[in-house]
């Protein structure tokens, strides 16, 4: 178990690293969130000892119980679910970076909690960017107004924006989306809105990411290719 984590681990890694290099970029700047949500806390720590640093969870409680378990102070912690107000609580406590930020109403929630905790929250802000109907995220066209109105929050910071595009496992089917929010981000940065930085780009998993980190993830968030199958037969 310990050394299949290690040695998929180390795979991605590479092909993360063939890949910004190949178009230019400095791998160090796509870092790797690895998505552990359903994964228990042994081959999280695992995959801790192979030296993921940032750990990324779809649902609050599930995340609360695995952080205060591995009990890690160095790893940072990532929200990439769709997070509920009502939780946005425990949220703050938890978490470095929400990926999934995508109404004003819960970023309101999010600054009042962070306020409470004298902390000032990193998210991003969770763009919609083939509006389907069905997927969570603000809508491309509401994307700049939203990134205006949050910006006023003094607890919480803007740092970039995430998708999840829909097709899974068919990455020339995703890069248009990818490249959206590449254009989305430009133009956000050239409005240069106080408060806001653009700088991530949260985008790419397992079966995508090497197209995204070609249109400029700065994120990638991977569950699968590191931790296995989720839905898994035992011993599969
Ligand atoms: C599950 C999940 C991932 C990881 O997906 P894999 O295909 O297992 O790599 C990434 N982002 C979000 C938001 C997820 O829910």
């Known amino acids: 178990m310990d050394e299949g984590i290690q040695n998929r681990l180390r795979l991605v890694r590479e092909r993360i690293e063939a890949t910004a290099l190949a ?17 228990s806390v042994d081959p999280i720590r695992a995959a801790i000892k192979a030296g ?34 009502n939780k ?3 949220a703050v406590k938890l978490f470095d970076l929400i990926h999934s930020v995508d109404s004003l109403k819960l970023a309101k929630e999010l600054n009042r909690r962070a306020n409470a905790l004298g ?3 990193d998210i991003l802000i969770q763009v919609n960017i083939s509006d389907e109907e069905t997927k969570s995220g603000v809508e491309t066209e509401q994307a700049i107004k939203l990134v205006r109105e949050i910006s006023l929050l003094e607890n919480i910071a803007i740092c970039g924006l995430m998708t999840m ?19 989305l981000q430009g133009l ?5 809105i106080p408060n806001v930085r653009m700088d991530e780009l949260s985008m790419g998993m397992t079966g995508d990411f090497e197209a995204a980190v070609e249109e400029g993830a700065t994120l990638v ?15 599969g």
């Open 23 to 39: 178009c230019g970029r400095d791998p160090k700047t796509v870092k790797l969130v690895a998505v552990s949500k359903t994964v």
């Open 52 to 85: 993921v640093t940032v750990l990324g969870e779809n649902y609050v409680q599930e995340a609360r119980e695995k952080i205060e378990a591995l009990n890690e102070e160095k790893i940072s912690w990532h929200l990439v679910g769709h997070l509920q107000s």
């Open 88 to 90: 946005a609580k425990y």
């Open 188 to 192: 956000i940065r050239d409005k240069a």
């Open 119 to 121: 902390k000032v929250q």
């Open 165 to 183: 595009p829909p097709y899974f496992n068919a990455p020339d089917k995703v890069r248009p989306y990818f490249r959206a929010l590449g254009s």
């Open 221 to 235: 968030r991977i569950g699968t290719a590191i931790f296995g199958e989720r839905a898994c037969k035992k011993g």
